[in-house]
């Protein structure tokens, strides 16, 4: 069974992230219908939280596009308040984007719980630490960060400050509380796959 690394998941999310702004029309229509399906099959847990979450900024960007885009304007009131056709087509092609988004976030978050997904960020890092960037210590507070967050919703919380302001010695005593999982065949496969395919969509555009 092929058990991707979590980084190759959220580097296959941000590569669809780019790609979703290159669609439009059926095939637009038609990834963020297949996306929806598949989250509220496997993770409808996450697409739920996530989806509302998110209900606000999703209504801001359709309203802002349905009304603020120059075009031919509806018939009756919706025309006299300032609705437009084409506005109503691009809102509705950012409400698929930002649905197709979400849904693909829902599916990694289902796949990566809490100390996977840092380990997927750990390994995202990995340039930067060749910047000097420490990634080892910053993977740990963010660790600490979303332990502080869960442990806060349930009337737990310690304070962020204890969080952000740990000391060398907790962040030595935490730095093995997540995963490092090693990268394998396949994640060498699907990373070259998505830089062969975000190689050839800037060719193409």
């Known amino acids: 069974m092929v058990n991707p690394h979590p980084a190759s998941l959220l580097a296959g999310w941000a590569v669809a ?9 059926l095939p637009l229509a038609g990834a963020a219908g297949l996306s929806c399906v598949a989250a509220a099959t496997m993770a409808g847990g996450h697409l739920r939280q996530l989806a509302r979450r998110m209900r606000w900024l999703i209504l801001t960007v359709v309203v802002l596009y349905a009304f603020a ?4 304007f509806l018939e009756g009131a919706a025309g006299e308040s300032g609705l437009t056709w084409d506005g109503l087509y ?6 698929l984007r930002l649905l197709a988004l979400l849904s693909l976030l829902a599916l990694v978050l289902e796949a990566c719980p809490r100390p996977r997904l840092v380990a997927g960020l750990h390994g995202m890092a990995l340039p930067l630490s060749w910047l000097g960037f ?3 210590r910053a993977a740990v507070r963010l660790l600490l960060v979303l332990e502080y967050v869960e442990g806060n919703s349930r009337g737990e919380g310690r304070g962020w400050r204890h969080w952000l302001a740990a000391s060398d010695t907790v962040v030595d005593r935490t730095e093995t509380r997540f995963p490092r999982p090693p990268a394998g065949p396949f994640d060498v496969v699907w990373n070259g796959l998505l830089v062969a395919f975000l ?6 555009t």
Not at 90 to 95: A, D, K, M, P, S
Not at 199 to 204: F, I, Q, T
Request: proline share 4%; hydrophobic share 35%.
């Open 17 to 25: 992230a780019v790609a979703a702004q290159h669609l439009g029309g």
């Open 199 to 204: 190689v050839a969509l800037g060719m193409r």
């Open 69 to 72: 885009t120059p075009g031919e």
């Open 90 to 95: 691009e809102g509705g092609e950012h409400l």
């Open 134 to 136: 420490d990634r080892d």
